[in-house]
Structures are given as C-alpha cells and as structure tokens.
C-alpha cells in the first residue's frame, strides 16, 4: 500500500505534551509543518512550543475532536495515552502507531506474548492476575522482579523479591493489579534499537544503544564503535527489526535489551515512540528519532541514518538542582557547555524535582575515547556520578 505524502505546510498532532512530544514539535517545525499537541497541562512542554494547544484531557471529547479537525495526522508521546483516546482520533484522521500496537505495548504480559511470536527471546516470567497464579508460580523465579502488567515507567510500579513470602507481600503492596514476574538476570549492561517503519513497510534504524539506569531510571546512553560488541548488536537490532514487523508497526518503536553476563541477549520492553536511549541522535546523526516520527507520520521517504559522531547522552535529572543543598540552584550549564561538543536540552519545566527528567546532555566527539572524556568531565561539573 502506498499513500501520499502529508507535505510542509500541514499541521501534524500529538496526544501528549511531555519533552518526548516537544521535541516532535521541534522537528516538525523545523521542517516546516504546524503543529498541535493535546495536554491538560498549560505548561506543558511541547504545549509551550505549538502552535495549537488544545487543554484537555486525554479522553476529552472535544479535545480530541479539535485535535483531530486541525491535524493532517496524529502520532502519541507516552505509551500510557489510553488506546481509546488513539481510536476515537483514527476514526477522523491517520493516526500511526495505531492503538492495537499502544496497547500491546501498554501491557507487560501481552508484550511478552508479542516477544516469544517474534522468535525474541525475553526473561523468564509468569502472570500473575490470582491467588492461582501466585501459589503456582515455579520457585526457578525467584529471587525475580516483580512489575505490574500496566502504567510501570523509570522503575515505578516494581518491586524485588526473594522469597515466596516477599512476593506475596510484594503482590499486596501493589494493590494486587494484574503483574508479571520475572526472574532476576545477571546483566552485563543493557543496550536499546530505534527503528522507524512506514506504512509501506519500509524499515530503518538508528545504531545500538548502551544504556546505563540508575534507580530504574535511564542515566547515561553510549552510542559509538566498542559500546556494544558487533554480535551482541547485530542479534538487537534483528531482533528490534523482528518485533516492529510483527506488529505490523508504523512510527518510530525503541526496544530495550538485556545482554547477560553468559553473553545472551534477552529482550526487556517496547516503547511505542521516540525514546530517551534515543536523544543522542539530535547531534550525533544526520537524523534524529524525532524526524523519523515526523517522516513516518507524514508518509515521506526513510532513508538509512548514518552516526557521523560518537556520542554519549547524560539525563539531567531534577537531583542536579539540589547537590548543593535543599533549596534547587542552577546547575553550572556556563562550565559544561565550555566544554568541546556538548549539546544542552532542557525541556522547559518549570519546577525541578529530584527524579524528574529535566532535560539531557550529549556529548558529540570524532572518536569514542574524546566522547567519554568530555561527558565524564562534563559529569563531574554536574555532580553525576562516574561511569
Ligand atoms: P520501566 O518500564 O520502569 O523502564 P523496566 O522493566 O525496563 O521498567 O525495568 C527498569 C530497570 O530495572 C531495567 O532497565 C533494569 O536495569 C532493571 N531490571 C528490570 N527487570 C530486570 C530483570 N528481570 N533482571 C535484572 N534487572 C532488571
Ligand atoms: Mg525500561
């Protein structure tokens, strides 16, 4: 199937008004398209930056009416957008991902489900949605991460546990909601792929991510020759392709990935959108993750993305404002940005709270080894910790 371009000029929607939906909005206006964002949120980040705001909440009618009437096409920002909102939007105008992709995505067992169709292999795991479920669930699981099966993001909704005991405690703790146990691996480091795919099933992707969290919360991102071993990333990135293709995905869809200490690669989970493991391609690739929304969404060509830098990405967390004590001070941005091939992002939220994602800093670089030492420089000012 072929179908026509949306062409500069339009405007393109998005359901959501967070940094991932702002920098949407920045890649699309950069390429000459009106924008529209739907978010409660006056001072919504990508709101700030639209052209059109509609204020109102996700299932809201009207809202979703307007946004609709002033959008040649609409994508979404965060996977937690209910699939209704995405349904009701698809019956007046395109909208990619479609709402069946979001709502595998929203859920850690259909998820799952979707790995283990695709030949991907994921952790061990079981469902646990009943007394049943719990009592039968295999001792080879333990000690295992206990996460619900929905509305789970940076670590949230998770819980460790050792022991039976732990586990129903644990399961008690979280309202006893539908979850999924997985079985703790051993990992060597985690690592992400990018793939963008059009409606004519036409498939890109960016270079295999290395990601490090901290507290369940993605910190640093390393994108640059030696960061993931050659098979390892091959195996990701075949493995991403598969996942993307099975749902018959179109927009731009970031897998993440354990690799264990053994060496093997385990998928984790999908993100039906830009991703932050992805932000390092703004300023280190000759296309960013966002103007693959925006293509995808328009129905323009996907040409391969070529790296031109090595890059390595730091989250700038509320934390950074309160190093110095209990009351938020500017971070030195004057020292960092005095630094070779730093790009400052800042999302434009107004109040800095520790584990909120303010913005993030990428380091570009001719070779890995300057990258590393700029970003690790550029921690130290910042008060992040080494790497
Ligand atoms: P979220 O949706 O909050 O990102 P994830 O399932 O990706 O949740 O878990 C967050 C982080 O917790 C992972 O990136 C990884 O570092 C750690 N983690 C999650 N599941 C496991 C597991 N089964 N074994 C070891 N570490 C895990
Ligand atoms: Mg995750």
Known sequence: MSASAILPGATLGVLGGGQLGRMFVHAAQRMGY??????????SPAGLVSHHHMRAAYLDEAGLAELARVSAAVTTEFENVPAEALERLARDVPVAPGADAVSIAQDRALEKAHFTRCGVPCAPHAVIESDEHLRAVDEALLPGVLKTARLGYDGKGQVRVATREELEQAWGGLKRVPCVLEKLLDLAFECSVIVARSRTGAMVHLPVQRNLHRGGILAVTEVHDGAVPHEAAQQAIDAARAVAQGLGYVGVLCVEFFVLKDGALVVNEMAPRPHNSGHWSMDACNVSQFELQVRTLANLPLVAPRQHSAAVMLNLLGDLWFIGGETAATPRWANVLALPGTHLHLYGKADARRGRKMGH????????????????DAAAILGIEPF
Request: hydrophobic fraction near 50%; avoid cysteine; aromatic fraction near 0%.
């Open 34 to 43: 009106a924008t529209a964002v739907l978010d409660p949120d006056e001072g």
């Open 361 to 376: 800093l990428t380091i570009s670089a001719a070779d890995p080894a300057q990258a590393r030492r700029v970003a690790l």
